[in-house]
């Protein structure tokens, strides 16, 4: 059972600069998984935001963050990290991360993952 916790949230200016981090605490190195980053906001259905592929080679962003958020990840670490640069108020929400067994070195953002994390915190005033 792989179990996956976030950090890095906080309050922020709009303009801002996060960090999270997606750490796997148990179970099988995180090099086994794509990794999937979430955003449910305040009142809205769950989206997705960003993927990386096992060996991180593939990343894919969503329309409203690419050229603003970065993620990678670090194996020997097992963690996966999204960067948030030039936050807006709108990107304000619980960020999840999610894991995928997914053969191949590809990745997605759909619902369909195997394992979730409980989600950290970030809001962005304006």
């Known amino acids: 059972q792989l179990q996956l916790v976030e950090s890095g949230g906080g309050t922020v200016q709009s303009g801002g600069s996060l960090t999270l981090s997606c750490v796997a605490s148990?179970?099988?190195?995180?090099?086994?998984?794509?990794i999937g980053w979430y955003r449910q906001g305040p009142g809205t259905h769950r989206e997705g935001i960003s993927c990386i592929s096992k060996n991180g080679a593939t990343a894919i962003y969503a329309d409203r963050v690419k050229g603003r958020f970065t993620v990678y990840r670090d194996n020997a670490k097992n963690t996966v990290y999204l960067q948030m640069n030039n936050l807006k108020p709108e990107d304000t929400g619980k960020y999840v991360c999610a894991a995928d067994h997914l053969m191949g070195l590809n990745c997605h953002m759909s619902a369909a993952m195997d394992f979730w994390g409980e989600g950290t915190l970030v809001t962005v005033s304006s």
């Open positions: 148990s179970g099988e190195g995180l090099d086994y998984y794509t």
